[in-house]
């Protein structure tokens, strides 16, 4: 990649998300609620696609707050499978974020964007 090619890929950062309602699963044999929400960071990598998608930033933000939450239902769902309580699982954010990382890939990838980094900021029971 040459340095124009470079200087034309464009990040975007602090995109927030949250779950708008409580994820309800599984976890050591209890049913359990969850609320979270955090922020993520998306690079153009494929410029080609990324205009074809013609999102604004209005849009993208609109994907991100739909997308996030889907996958955090997905990623805690599985998870959970191998915890014993809803604390061990709260507790592994490094996991659940990288979790979450690589089951948003497919859904960014068609519209030219990766997926940078997923912080998950707060991971409550209610």
């Known amino acids: 990649m040459n340095t124009e090619q470079k200087e034309l890929l464009r990040e975007f950062e602090h995109l927030n998300w949250g779950t708008g309602v409580p994820v309800t699963l599984m976890v050591g044999g209890?049913?359990?609620s969850v609320r979270g929400w955090g922020s993520c960071v998306l690079e153009a990598t494929?410029?080609?696609l990324f205009e074809a998608a013609a999102m604004d930033g209005?849009?993208?933000?609109g994907r991100v707050k739909t997308y996030l939450p889907m996958r955090l239902a997905d990623v805690l769902a599985e998870a959970s499978m191998s915890k014993s309580s809803l604390d061990e699982l709260c507790a592994d954010r490094a996991g659940l974020e990288a979790g979450l990382k690589r089951s948003l890939g497919p859904d960014f990838m068609p519209m030219g964007l990766v997926v940078r980094q997923v912080m998950i900021e707060s991971l409550n029971s209610i």
């Open 30 to 32: 209890d049913i359990a």
């Open 46 to 48: 494929n410029m080609a």
């Open 58 to 61: 209005d849009e993208l933000r």
